[in-house]
């Protein structure tokens, strides 16, 4: 086993194609693989599914990767100690729910990275891919939200993918709307007050079940709906069409402007906001200070730390 050997596994992993991976490594494609087909006749493993589509990891590939990802975080901090280097090209990957705080936190995290070199990045994206990225380790964090409803379901896909689920705060359902809309001034709603407007959701894709979605009472009829797939949009489809959603009720003017309203809603219903994290991997130094910017942040906002 040789450090570049397992530099390639995590490229490979990272990119999902071993022609992707060989040119980010400025190596052969031939090479590139045969290095991972050596690495794997050594541990007498199969890291990675080869498919027409590209490669995937394999159960074994994903805990293979989560101890090469170590050792070599291990070895840089290893050198630096050492040889007195500069801290090498930092990475880290989050994939969360559509919240601003995990942006706003993502923003400090990078405004606080000391080194000149860093590849980070973050995926707004659906509830069960934030699961699969971090079963995967294409991600080391994922964020995402628990309440009575859901979390009988998602904390058995859990388990069933080797994920831990760290509590951060309990927030109470807001809804956003814009600042113009016509129930802007009011200090409580309900569902019945919003009968009328459209109701914006995030779509979840080929697993659209009730469980995945990322609004609380999410088996509520509405008898206007659209889902969207992406921030932006919602929060124009709020200006243009009235529209409203339900969330944590935190906002952040810096990255949605002041134009948008976050009103409690009525309910007996909590949203649990927390962070997953692979039981088979530590988190990278990257990774933790991000939880810790989470953390100072969601206290800025009020919230007590669960």
């Known amino acids: 086993?040789?450090?570049?050997?397992?530099r390639y596994i995590v490229e490979v992993a990272r990119c999902g194609s071993i022609n992707e991976a060989a040119k980010k490594l400025y190596i052969t494609q031939p090479s590139l693989s045969t290095a991972i087909k050596e690495l794997e006749e050594e541990f007498n493993i199969e890291i990675f599914?080869?498919?027409?589509?590209?490669?995937?990891?394999t159960a074994e590939g994903i805990e293979f990767l989560g101890y090469a990802k170590q050792i070599l975080e291990q070895t840089k901090l290893l050198q630096q100690h050492y040889n007195k280097k500069l801290p090498s090209k930092q990475l880290c990957n989050i994939s969360t729910q559509h919240y601003a705080f995990a942006v706003n936190a993502f923003v400090n995290l990078i405004k606080k990275n000391h080194t000149d070199e860093y590849e980070f990045t973050l995926r707004e994206t659906r509830t069960h891919d934030i699961i699969t990225d971090v079963a995967t380790l294409r991600s080391e964090v994922g964020i995402l939200y628990l309440n009575d409803f859901n979390q009988k379901v998602?904390?058995?896909?859990?388990?069933?993918n080797h994920l831990t689920f760290y509590p951060l705060f309990e927030a109470d359902p807001h809804v956003f709307i814009?600042?113009?809309?016509?129930?802007?001034?009011?200090?409580?709603?309900?569902?019945?007050?919003?009968?009328?407007?459209?109701?914006?959701?995030?779509?979840?894709?080929?697993?659209?079940?009730f469980y995945f979605?990322?609004?609380?009472?999410?088996?509520?009829y509405h008898k206007k709906s659209i889902h969207v797939s992406d921030r932006a949009t919602l929060f124009n489809l709020l200006h243009g069409l009235n529209g409203?959603?339900?969330?944590?009720?935190?906002?952040?003017?810096?990255?949605?402007?002041?134009?948008?309203?976050?009103?409690?809603l009525k309910t007996e219903e909590k949203i649990k906001l927390g962070w997953i994290t692979s039981?088979?991997?530590?988190?990278?130094?990257?990774?933790?200070?991000?939880?810790?910017?989470?953390?100072?942040?969601?206290?800025?906002?009020?919230?007590?730390?669960?």
Not at 1 to 6: A, G, I, R
Not at 49 to 57: A, N, Y
Not at 197 to 205: I, K, N, R, T
Not at 213 to 220: D, G, M, Q, R, Y
């Open 1 to 6: 086993m040789k450090l570049n050997q397992l």
């Open 49 to 57: 599914i080869r498919t027409s589509k590209g490669v995937s990891l």
């Open 154 to 160: 998602l904390l058995r896909l859990l388990k069933e």
């Open 178 to 209: 814009s600042t113009k809309h016509p129930l802007s001034k009011r200090n409580l709603l309900t569902l019945d007050d919003l009968e009328d407007y459209p109701y914006l959701s995030f779509e979840q894709g080929e697993y659209n079940s």
């Open 213 to 220: 979605s990322e609004e609380i009472l999410s088996t509520v």
């Open 244 to 264: 409203f959603t339900i969330s944590t009720g935190v906002l952040s003017t810096d990255l949605n402007g002041s134009d948008i309203a976050s009103i409690p």
């Open 279 to 306: 039981q088979k991997v530590q988190l990278s130094q990257s990774a933790q200070q991000y939880i810790d910017e989470l953390k100072m942040l969601i206290q800025q906002y009020g919230f007590k730390l669960m």
